[in-house]
């Protein structure tokens, strides 16, 4: 089966750096996905892990470990349009599965 | 390049009617994924159809099913709808089955069942 784990929600200051944690159990692994969604809106692309290690793209970077099944998403300079659901998504084979999202409030 | 769009934006049923949401894929894409997002969860997988064969399937009941055409284009349709089938329900597309393509997602039809 698959599982994944988010923190529901989070709380950070605009201007600051936040940690989004995720752990995932599925059988099968074919890279990690870390998309944002606003309120009403499609989720978007953030980034893509399939190897170990830190993928830094601006203002976003994403790690990943797969002997640990642990991935987090780190949020530099925190902006208020940040505030947003982040969805850590795993791809097992060829589907791409979903955990529940973290919704993440931007305080000024 | 076109990307994804979904019809209709919203759409309100009555409990034990049946829908039909289509989406068209982004161009060049031929694999189309569909989700249902009750609010504050993320998105559930329900099934995904590559050149028009049903290609894996969530765990859905079979009242939830699917169509793909010639073009790429998708249906979702349901039929006896029950209220927690109130959701948003969203395509992706993408250039292959392979998850290093990537999916691009539609906005979305929020349908309410009442």
């Known amino acids: 089966g698959q599982n994944i784990d988010q923190p529901t929600e989070m709380t950070a200051t605009e201007g600051a750096i936040v940690q989004i944690n995720c752990t995932y159990q599925?059988?099968?692994?074919?890279?990690l996905f870390w998309y944002q969604q606003h309120a009403g809106e499609a989720p978007t692309f953030l980034s893509y892990?399939?190897?170990?290690g830190l993928e830094e793209k601006g203002r976003f970077s994403s790690f990943l470990s797969r002997s640990k099944g642990y991935s987090y998403l780190l949020l530099k300079e925190l902006q208020m349009k940040d505030s947003a659901s982040y969805l850590c998504?795993?791809?097992?084979?060829?589907?791409?599965?979903f955990g529940k999202g973290t919704r993440l409030h931007i305080l000024p | 390049e076109t990307g994804v769009t979904q019809s209709p934006t919203h759409l309100i049923k009555t409990r034990g009617q049946q829908v039909t949401l289509r989406c068209s894929s982004q161009?060049?894409?031929?694999?189309v994924s569909w989700y249902q997002q009750a609010l504050g969860q993320g998105p559930q997988f329900i099934f995904q159809?590559?050149?028009?064969?049903?290609?894996g399937r969530g765990n859905f009941p079979p009242r939830f099913s699917g169509l793909q055409f010639p073009n790429y284009s998708s249906e979702l349709n349901v039929n006896a709808l029950e209220l927690d089938d109130s959701a948003l329900y969203l395509c992706?597309?993408?250039?292959?089955?392979?998850?290093?393509?990537?999916?691009?997602f539609g906005s979305g039809t929020r349908l309410t069942v009442v």
């Open positions: 599925t059988s099968g692994f074919n890279g």
């Open positions: 998504a795993v791809s097992p084979y060829d589907k791409i599965i």
């Open positions: 892990n399939v190897l170990d």
């Open positions: 161009s060049g894409h031929n694999t």
């Open positions: 992706a597309s993408s250039v292959g089955t392979g998850a290093i393509y990537g999916y691009t």
């Open positions: 159809y590559y050149r028009e064969e049903e290609n």
